[in-house]
């Protein structure tokens, strides 16, 4: 389960063309158990002119979605929350809710998936957040994470936290192996998803009830600089009363985002998609009725990705999970059409 607008803004333009190779020379430069605090310039009030990420082509959200797999069980017996691709070292992981503890704790699951679904690997995380949105990003051969981290109150992460993925692990929020960052200073919550074939990490936050998103160059971030937007925008409204966010990704000039619930909260159908122009804030497409795994059940929506496939085939995922309580399973799916 998931959680239930300002224009685009930027002070000068990173072109990313690093990409990940750059991520990978600066990866560990912050270092373990560097706590950066980043305050981005403007934080407080809008930015004059508008930002300008170079032109790509978008996903076709009416286009039809492709299975990579259904019905895999994770580590734990919880809902996935979302998932993310290391897309150089060709793996994926799936966050899900810690068996056994409430959903205020932020303990989190973190499994490791091959392609068909086996399980090869997993982590727990302690006092992280909700898992609504995480990243991964490659370092040589290993997996770094991006996830939220220091849950609140209701159980989401202030910050976020970067730290390589250890099978078999317990990483508590306070550990040394971790890298913390606070991308907006006065944000109350923060989240991260990556574009993978861009170089970019895409970070949401929540500042005085408004929910907004902020793009950065991930060679950069990963680095602890946060000092320079590629934009600075809201978060569309998508409907009233707001439909149930479920997650984002991002991939060139554009925004994703997923909402809507579970059969068992809405017998109709209600699962969404949307594309935004990271240029300009405004709704590219959408929202589109998404009916990827539509016999599923109970079928929420949880998590979106990018991942481009070795032959060169760039992929927009949707997670689902499906399944009785006690015994939920992983469900993606993907949309392959570029316009």
């Known amino acids: 389960m998931a959680e239930p607008s300002m224009r685009l803004n930027r002070r000068g333009l990173l072109r990313a063309g690093a990409g990940l ?83 205020a704790a932020g303990d989190l699951c973190v499994t490791r998936l091959d392609f068909a679904g086996n399980q090869l690997g997993y982590m727990y995380l302690t006092g992280f957040g909700h898992g609504v949105s995480i990243a991964a990003e490659p370092v040589g051969s290993a997996s770094y994470l991006w996830t939220e981290v220091d849950a609140n109150a209701n159980g989401y992460g202030r ?29 109350t919550e923060h989240t991260c ?46 409907g009233s009363p707001a439909p149930v966010f479920q997650g984002y990704t991002a991939h060139g000039r554009y925004l994703y985002l997923l909402d809507g619930e579970s059969y068992d909260s809405s017998p109709t159908l209600n699962s969404r998609v949307t594309s935004v ?36 085939e760039t992929r927009l995922f949707l997670g689902f999970a499906s399944g009785a309580a006690g015994d939920r399973r992983c469900n993606l799916f993907y949309k392959n059409v570029l316009v």
């Open 159 to 187: 910050r976020l936290a970067r730290f390589e993925f250890r099978d078999g692990a317990t990483l508590p929020n306070s550990s040394t192996a971790l890298a913390k960052f606070t991308p907006v200073a006065d944000a």
């Open 277 to 312: 122009d990271i240029n300009t804030g405004e709704i590219a497409e959408g929202p589109v009725i998404t009916r990827a795994g539509e016999s599923l059940t109970y079928r929420e929506p949880e998590g979106m990705a990018v991942y481009r496939t070795e032959a060169g």
């Open 21 to 103: 190779a750059a991520a990978a020379g600066l990866g560990a430069a912050a270092g373990p158990g560097a706590a950066v605090a980043g305050p981005i310039a403007g934080a407080t009030g809008p930015i004059a002119g508008a930002a300008d990420v170079p032109a790509s082509k978008r996903f076709d959200l009416k286009a039809p979605s492709h299975d990579l797999f259904r019905h895999k069980p994770l580590r734990d017996d919880t809902v996935q929350q979302s998932f993310t691709f290391d897309n150089v070292n060709r793996r994926l992981f799936v966050v899900q809710r810690r068996n056994g503890t409430g959903s």
């Open 193 to 238: 998803a990556v574009d993978p074939v861009h170089g970019r990490l895409v970070v949401r936050y929540h500042r005085g009830g408004a929910k907004r998103f902020a793009v950065y160059e991930l060679a950069r971030a990963s680095a602890g600089d946060f000092g320079t937007r590629l934009a600075d925008f809201a978060q569309p409204a998508l």
